[in-house]
């Protein structure tokens, strides 16, 4: 493959936000092209008006954005095909219809939807299904079953679609990069419409025009376009032009096994399925998505990588560049593939960089007021508890009893200890560790260890300095915070637990 020949296309329509799927296409064709020093088209599929969702476009260009994958040409870039929204194209579009109808490859379809209808209920009465074929359309009312006079007065008075006229009796070869060769009889296949009693391309003939003239080598799409794959190869080969490279990706399902993931089915998963988040249009209901959550993009495009893709290497871990490195179309798999947050929520956390989370933990510390010791004291807070978070927000909740002390304490356990006994033990605590000079983590080990209800005075211990029974080991949180802050803590709980009784 030559390096600069490579040309890849992500062709959304806009009918609402990007899914992972969605998305997951726009990266893969992004990776082909860099790893091949090609370009990466962006083509907006806008021949369906009547699914036009608003803000759609903004939303796409977002996203890609978002994930550092910005296209090299195209809707938002320019570049030497435009224009590049196909409902800007229908000329050229027309153009090529002509070319078909004048070397027979296509044909004049008058029939109407409630002819069709008719039709599909006289065959399901029958137990079978209608389809608009090489069997059936000599019976229908199409410009094949008319003399050139009839169709020329047809033409002047009703609206007609244009149809695909399929040859019947030929197995045709297709190779997928990702499926290896499928054979297609051409008897199963039917004449589909290209172009629709609007005037206006179906997306079959517009993407087949378009990625001709864009110079497209590689079509590399969802599998539910694997189905359309043969009526393309035959346009392209009624056009008299090469096929490109085509590679079918799989679905990603969800890992309950109940089906695919698609925007119909959001509302009952137990994950986001929108890169950023989009506000519906009708209700202003905002979706939160992957970057409102939380997630690093370089996290998100990680795991969206790996969703179908084996780089086949131990780690799992990769920036942008490292994934370009490894891409190839041969190592994608073939099957579906199921999602699961608890690992996109591992790859969020592997992604963290400790700079982020002190940038952060600084704000936090800073919009509170709170004097802290030293930048040195921030960084330590963050190498103690920063196996504990997932994502940046996560810091200051795992971390905040280093910088206050604790306003409440944890119900069930501070309602057990309500009782003289504690106030007693905490009171004997509270000598002990005043007498301890080196007030060490190591050394408050040692010294704890011997002592008999060991397991009690721990949990006492940490209700005071955290408020709850979370957070590390206790005998580090002591060192953290001194001897001084230390003992106000107890003191503090000593006091709420004589209120209470």
Sequence with gaps: MSSHSVRVRFAPSPTGPLHLGGIRTA?????????????????????????????????????????????????????????????????????????????????YAFDTDQDIDKKRKEYSNRDLTFSYNSRNRMYMNNSLTMTKEQLHDKLQS??????????????????????GNIIVDTDHLDDKILLKSDGLATYHL?????????????????????????????????LGWTTPNFAHLPLILRNNGKGKISKRNTNNLNFPIYPIQWKIPKTQILIPGYRELGYLPEAFVNMLALLGWNPGVK??????????????????????????????????KKHLKKEDIFA???????????????????????????????????????????????????????????HENTIIELENAKILLYNINSFSSVNLTCFFQKKKNKHKIMQLFRLALVGSLKGIDIFIIFEMLGKEESLLRIEKLINRIKEKI
């Design 360 to 418: 952060f933990l600084f704000r936090e510390v800073k919009k509170r007021s709170i004097l802290y010791k030293k930048k040195d004291y921030l960084w330590k807070v963050i190498y103690l508890t920063m196996d504990r978070i997932h994502f940046i927000h996560e810091i200051w909740e795992h971390s905040s009893y280093f910088f206050v002390s604790p306003n409440s304490y944890e119900d069930n356990f501070f309602n057990k200890i309500c």
């Design 315 to 348: 780690k799992e871990i990769f920036s942008l560049q490292e994934l370009i490195h490894l891409f190839s179309l041969e190592k994608i798999k073939k099957s579906g593939v199921y999602f699961d947050i608890k690992k996109t929520n591992w790859f969020n």
């Design 158 to 179: 009703d609206s007609y679609v244009i149809r695909f006229k399929i040859e019947p009796g030929e197995k045709l070869k297709i190779y997928d990069i990702i499926r």
């Design 27 to 107: 990266l893969y064709n992004y990776l082909f092209s860099k790893k091949h020093g090609g370009t990466f088209i962006l083509r907006i599929e806008d021949t369906d008006q009547k699914r036009f969702v608003e803000n759609s476009e903004s939303y796409i260009l977002e996203t890609l954005k978002w994930c550092q994958i910005e296209p090299d040409e195209g809707v938002g870039y320019g570049g030497p095909y435009s224009p590049y929204y196909q409902s800007q194209r229908m000329d050229i579009y027309r153009m090529y219809i002509n070319k078909l109808l004048k070397k027979g490859y296509v044909y």
């Design 206 to 238: 517009a993407h087949t025009i378009d990625d001709h003239l864009m110079k497209i080598t590689h079509v590399i799409r969802g599998e539910e376009w694997l189905p359309s794959t043969s009526l393309h190869v035959l346009l392209y080969r009624a």
